[in-house]
Structure formats: C-alpha cells, structure tokens
C-alpha cells in the first residue's frame, strides 16, 4: 500500500492549495478516504473524509465553507481544496484509509504573510 500526498507548500493568508493523495496497493474505489492535520505541539487532528464513491463528506467546524475534500476514483486519488487560508491551517497534512488506517507520508502546509 502507498499513500503519496502532494501539494503543500508555502501560501500567504487568504490563498488558496490544493493537496493531492495518490493511492496504490489497495482497492481504492472500496474505501472511505480522510484528510488529517498535525501542527507543531498539538495532536492530529481529522479535518475532513469522503465516502468511497464519494457522495458523503463531513468536515472539521475549523474548515467548514473554506475546504472541501473530494475523490476522482479513476485515478485513485483524493484531493483537499483548502481555500481563505489561515496562519492557523498551518500543519503536515496526511491522507488515511478509513478502516484500514493507512497512513501517508504527509506534505507541509505553511500559511504566513
């Protein structure tokens, strides 16, 4: 199994990323898909999931209206558009198989003017 997220970088306050998970090794379309946050001193976090066809997605209140999570199954990958960025977005983002728990790499998210 292999998680490879992509996509983050540095972004002032207010921009727009999008970060990318790309997934092998498992039967993707099978598997609900989640977004998580680690920020430095603190503890991972859940800021959004999708179902596995991708018609169900529940969000974290912090990122409601400005993130949304979605799924192309074709490509086996899943997607965080993060838009209105904030200083407090700032984190490494990871990707994870829902029931399996997977867990990808991760990719540094850093908002700062």
């Known amino acids: 199994v292999q998680l490879v997220e992509s996509g983050g970088g540095l972004v002032q306050p207010g921009g727009s990323l999008r970060l990318s998970c790309a997934a092998s090794?498992?039967?993707?379309?099978?598997?609900?898909m989640s977004w998580y946050r680690q920020a430095p001193g603190k503890e991972r976090e859940l800021v959004a999931g999708?179902?596995?066809?991708?018609?169900?997605?529940n969000y974290a209140d912090s990122v409601k209206g400005r993130f949304t999570i979605f799924r192309l199954n074709y490509k086996n990958t899943v997607y965080l558009q993060m838009n209105s960025l904030k200083p407090e977005d700032t984190a490494v983002y990871y990707c994870r198989v829902q029931v399996k728990g997977y867990w990808g790499q991760g990719t540094q998210v850093t908002v700062s003017s």
């Open positions: 090794g498992f039967t993707f379309s099978s598997y609900g």
């Open positions: 999708i179902s596995s066809a991708g018609d169900s997605t």
